[in-house]
C-alpha cells in the first residue's frame, strides 16, 4: 500500500491538509512528520507520525522507506517576516530541506511532490496588479529568494529525474484551526482573534495596504486537485493562486459587520516594507485554464466563517 506524507504537519496548512488528505484517500495512507510533537501543536490522529527535522536526512529517508512512501507534501518553512530576521536560518531550512526531500525523491522512488511557493517570488520590479504566472521575478526578502530557487529546483529535479512535481504560489492563507507564524499576511489571521476576544486590533501595516488572500478550505482543496491533474493539460510547473484581495480597512469593515464594537489602530512596522513589494492583485488564469483551479471564497464569506468558527472556538 503506497503511502502519502505530509512534512511539515502541525503548521498552519499541515493541520487542515492532513485531515482532508484522511478524507479523500483514507486514515491509513496518510503519514506525517514535524519539527514539533502533535501534542504541542493541534495534532490531528496519524496513521503513522514522527517528530522529524527535514534537514536530517538519515531520519527523513528511513521514514520514507518504513512507510512506503510515494507521494510527499513538502510544507516546513521559514516564512517571510521571520526570514528577514535570520536570513542565514531561511536560507538552511528552506533551500536545504527542499533539497533532501528532492534527494529522498530522487533515490526512494517517489511519484509525486507538492511544494508551496508564493508570492514572495515577486519583488518591487513585478507588476503589482493582475500579477502575471510568468513575469519578472526579483524578490527582495530572503523568502522570496529561497521560493525562487525552489521554484528552479523543482523544476531541475522534474525535468531530469521524471518526479512529478508541482507548485503553487500561496497567496496570504487565512484560517481558525492552526496559527500562521512569521508571514507578512498574518495580520489578516490575527486581525480575526483579537476582533472577537478584545474588539481591538493593532495592525502592523497600513490600513491602504491591498495583499491577495485565500481561505484555508480553497487553499486544502488546490493542493489535493493540483496532484490529482491531468499532467498533460499542464504545461507549466508553477502556478499563480489567489482567491480575494482587500486593504487592511477593507476587511476591518467586513468583520465590523459582525462585530459592530471592533476598532483598529494601525502601526506599520518592518513588515511594511515586505508588503509593498508584493503584489496587490493576482492573474491565476493558468491554474483556472489547465486543471480547473476555481476558489469558493470571498471576503464576505470568508469573514463570516472565520467569526462564525472563531467564536465556538474562543468564547
Ligand atoms: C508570508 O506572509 O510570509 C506568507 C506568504 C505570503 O508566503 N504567508
Same mark, same amino acid.
Given at each position: 500500500?503506497?503511502?502519502?506524507?505530509?512534512?511539515?504537519?502541525?503548521?498552519?496548512?499541515?493541520?487542515?491538509?492532513? *485531515?482532508?488528505?484522511?478524507?479523500?484517500?483514507?486514515?491509513?495512507?496518510?503519514?506525517?512528520?514535524?519539527?514539533?510533537?502533535?501534542?504541542?501543536?493541534?495534532?490531528?490522529?496519524?496513521?503513522?507520525?514522527?517528530?522529524?527535522?527535514?534537514?536530517?536526512?538519515?531520519?527523513?529517508?528511513?521514514?520514507?522507506?518504513?512507510?512506503?512512501? &510515494?507521494?510527499?507534501?513538502?510544507?516546513?518553512?521559514?516564512?517571510?517576516?521571520?526570514?528577514?530576521?535570520? $536570513?542565514?536560518?531561511?536560507?538552511?531550512?528552506?533551500?536545504?530541506?527542499?533539497?533532501?526531500?528532492?534527494?529522498?525523491? #530522487?533515490?526512494?522512488?517517489?511519484?509525486?511532490?507538492?511544494?508551496?511557493? /508564493?508570492?514572495?517570488?515577486?519583488? $518591487?520590479?513585478?507588476?503589482?496588479?493582475?500579477?502575471?504566472?510568468?513575469?519578472?521575478?526579483?524578490?527582495?526578502?530572503?523568502?522570496?529568494?529561497?521560493? @525562487?530557487?525552489?521554484?528552479?529546483?523543482?523544476?531541475?529535479?522534474?525535468?531530469?529525474?521524471?518526479?512529478?512535481? #508541482? /507548485?503553487?504560489?500561496?497567496?496570504?492563507?487565512?484560517?481558525?484551526?492552526?496559527?500562521?507564524?512569521?508571514? +507578512?499576511?498574518?495580520?489578516?489571521?490575527?486581525?480575526?482573534?483579537?476582533?472577537?476576544?478584545?474588539?481591538?486590533?493593532?495592525?502592523? %501595516?497600513?490600513?491602504?495596504?491591498?495583499? *491577495?488572500?485565500?481561505?484555508?478550505? &480553497?487553499?486544502?482543496?488546490?493542493?489535493?486537485?493540483?496532484?490529482?491533474? &491531468?499532467? =498533460? #493539460?499542464?504545461?507549466? #510547473?508553477?502556478?499563480?493562486?489567489?482567491?480575494?484581495?482587500? =486593504?487592511?480597512?477593507?476587511?476591518?469593515?467586513?468583520?465590523?459587520?459582525?462585530? *459592530?464594537?471592533? +476598532?483598529?489602530?494601525?502601526? *506599520?512596522?518592518?513588515?511594511?516594507?515586505?508588503?509593498? =513589494?508584493?503584489?496587490?492583485?493576482?492573474? &491565476?488564469? %493558468?491554474?483556472?485554464?489547465?486543471?480547473?483551479?476555481?476558489?469558493?471564497?470571498?471576503?464576505?464569506?470568508?469573514?463570516?466563517?472565520? @467569526?462564525?468558527?472563531?467564536?465556538?472556538?474562543? %468564547?
Amino acid at each position: 500500500m503506497k503511502r502519502i506524507l505530509v512534512i511539515g504537519s502541525c503548521g498552519q496548512i499541515g493541520s487542515e491538509l492532513v *485531515p482532508a488528505l484522511q478524507n479523500v484517500e483514507g486514515i491509513e495512507i496518510v503519514c506525517a512528520t514535524d519539527k514539533k510533537n502533535p501534542q504541542d501543536g493541534n495534532g490531528s490522529n496519524f496513521a503513522c507520525f514522527d517528530q522529524l527535522d527535514v534537514l536530517d536526512y538519515d531520519a527523513l529517508e528511513n521514514f520514507v522507506k518504513d512507510n512506503n512512501i &510515494d507521494t510527499i507534501y513538502h510544507l516546513a518553512s521559514l516564512l517571510s517576516a521571520t526570514g528577514e530576521k535570520y $536570513p542565514q536560518t531561511a536560507w538552511n531550512l528552506n533551500i536545504n530541506g527542499l533539497m533532501n526531500v528532492l534527494e529522498v525523491a #530522487r533515490k526512494n522512488d517517489i511519484k509525486r511532490i507538492v511544494w508551496p511557493s /508564493s508570492i514572495a517570488v515577486f519583488g $518591487p520590479t513585478t507588476p503589482r496588479e493582475n500579477t502575471p504566472n510568468d513575469t519578472i521575478l526579483q524578490p527582495s526578502t530572503m523568502y522570496g529568494i529561497t521560493k @525562487v530557487t525552489g521554484e528552479l529546483m523543482i523544476t531541475y529535479y522534474a525535468e531530469k529525474y521524471g518526479i512529478n512535481i #508541482r /507548485s503553487v504560489r500561496l497567496p496570504g492563507i487565512i484560517s481558525c484551526e492552526t496559527l500562521p507564524g512569521g508571514g +507578512t499576511t498574518d495580520y489578516a489571521v490575527e486581525i480575526f482573534y483579537e476582533a472577537i476576544k478584545n474588539q481591538h486590533y493593532e495592525c502592523f %501595516l497600513e490600513k491602504t495596504t491591498i495583499l *491577495p488572500m485565500l481561505y484555508m478550505s &480553497d487553499c486544502v482543496k488546490a493542493l489535493i486537485q493540483i496532484i490529482q491533474a &491531468d499532467p =498533460s #493539460r499542464m504545461h507549466h #510547473r508553477v502556478y499563480n493562486l489567489t482567491g480575494m484581495s482587500f =486593504s487592511c480597512a477593507e476587511l476591518a469593515h467586513e468583520i465590523r459587520k459582525h462585530i *459592530p464594537d471592533f +476598532t483598529i489602530d494601525y502601526k *506599520p512596522d518592518s513588515r511594511q516594507q515586505i508588503a509593498d =513589494s508584493w503584489p496587490m492583485t493576482i492573474d &491565476d488564469s %493558468l491554474a483556472r485554464e489547465e486543471w480547473g483551479w476555481k476558489p469558493i471564497y470571498t471576503i464576505e464569506t470568508m469573514a463570516l466563517d472565520m @467569526v462564525q468558527k472563531l467564536r465556538k472556538k474562543l %468564547l
